[in-house]
């Protein structure tokens, strides 16, 4: 029986994506620059089966509203629900729809998967464009280390001079978020007065980002990384009514953080996304002291990551 395995990383944007100029072809109103991470990945198997239809689950369990999203992804490949029996497994390793990118991952890793095993039916430009319309920021899990995906909807890799940067995830909570990013960046982009400056910004931000990275400026890139995402809950905030993903404890984690920054303690850089969990921007030389300060005042533990070399890539059972 046919069988395929792909695994792909999450990613986390640093300039973030958030808005589509074209909801056809998922075309982002900014670019966007992620590191794909080690920590979490998706694990997916595609299997083929006897009797026709599509089975689908999620870490073992049966999901409806995951299964919808795949049956139409599946429409970008020859499969015949009618005629051929599918299986797909999907594992994440790590919390589901919590602002985690699992969403990224698990689209990265079906669309490979798939490709793979309908015998690339997509050159890879053409696998990007359909990954992306599973979830805009999959796109970015198709390759490893840092990633610009650009306004004209194409992906590409950007030398990553830090090799010991971390990233710290704290996670405040990781029940599925309330609005979903979709649903929140179209109500954004329709709602809040300040979106065109959002993006106006959001191009320069992406703009000295890639500066910091030719000048191997850490302190640069780790500020521009911070500012552009409170920006992004700035202008959710401002939507009508407003979107807040950040909660109280993710406001007090990051006013935390900056003070601890500004009195020379460490150099570390917050970033947050469709959820209330904080990722902490960081090299190693500060990741003792990071982890003692989170427990000194009774913060959850930090989950370390690396940048993952690898984006989305066939693989063994
Ligand atoms: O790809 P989506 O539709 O889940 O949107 C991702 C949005 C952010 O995570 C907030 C930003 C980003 O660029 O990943």
Redesign the pocket.
């Known amino acids: 029986m046919k069988q395929m395995c792909v695994k792909a990383p999450i990613n986390i ?1 640093l300039i ?3 808005g589509k100029k074209d909801e056809l072809n998922v075309l982002p109103y900014n670019p ?1 620059i ?1 590191l794909s991470l080690s920590l979490y990945e998706t694990h997916t198997v595609l299997e083929q089966c006897a009797s026709p239809g599509l089975t689908f689950t999620l870490n073992d369990l049966a999901d409806a509203k995951s299964e919808k999203k795949v049956r139409e992804f599946l429409t970008f490949f020859p499969f015949d629900e009618t005629k051929e029996g599918l299986i797909i497994r999907s594992y994440n390793s790590g919390p589901t729809a919590a602002g985690l ?1 699992s ?2 991952s698990a689209f990265a890793a079906l669309a490979l998967a798939c490709n793979l095993y309908y015998d690339e039916p997509y050159s890879f430009e053409g696998l990007a464009s359909i990954t992306k319309k599973g ?4 796109i970015r899990s198709l390759l490893g280390g840092c990633v610009e995906w650009d306004t004209d909807g194409r992906i590409h890799a950007l030398d990553w001079p830090f090799e010991d940067v971390v990233m710290g995830i704290v996670v405040l909570a990781s029940q599925p978020k309330k609005t979903g ?2 649903e929140g960046m179209k109500h954004t982009v329709q709602t809040a007065p300040s979106y065109h400056d959002w993006v106006k910004q959001s191009h320069q931000d992406a703009k000295a980002f890639k500066r910091a990275l030719q000048d191997k400026d850490f302190t640069q890139l780790g500020s521009i990384s911070e500012a552009n995402a409170l920006a ?1 809950h700035a202008v959710c905030a401002d939507a009508k009514p407003p979107i807040h993903y950040l909660n109280e404890q993710s406001n007090a984690l990051i006013k935390g953080i900056q003070e601890a920054r500004k009195e020379g303690l460490f150099e570390v850089y917050c970033t947050m ?2 959820g209330p969990n904080v990722k902490l921007l960081h090299r190693d030389k500060d990741t003792t002291r990071l982890t003692q300060w989170l427990n000194e005042h009774g913060w959850p533990e930090v989950r370390l990551s690396r940048i993952a070399t690898k984006g989305a890539h066939r693989c063994e059972r």
């Open positions: 944007a973030k994506y958030w966007s992620s990118a969403s990224a979830s805009g920021s999959a990013s979709t992004l996304d469709a």
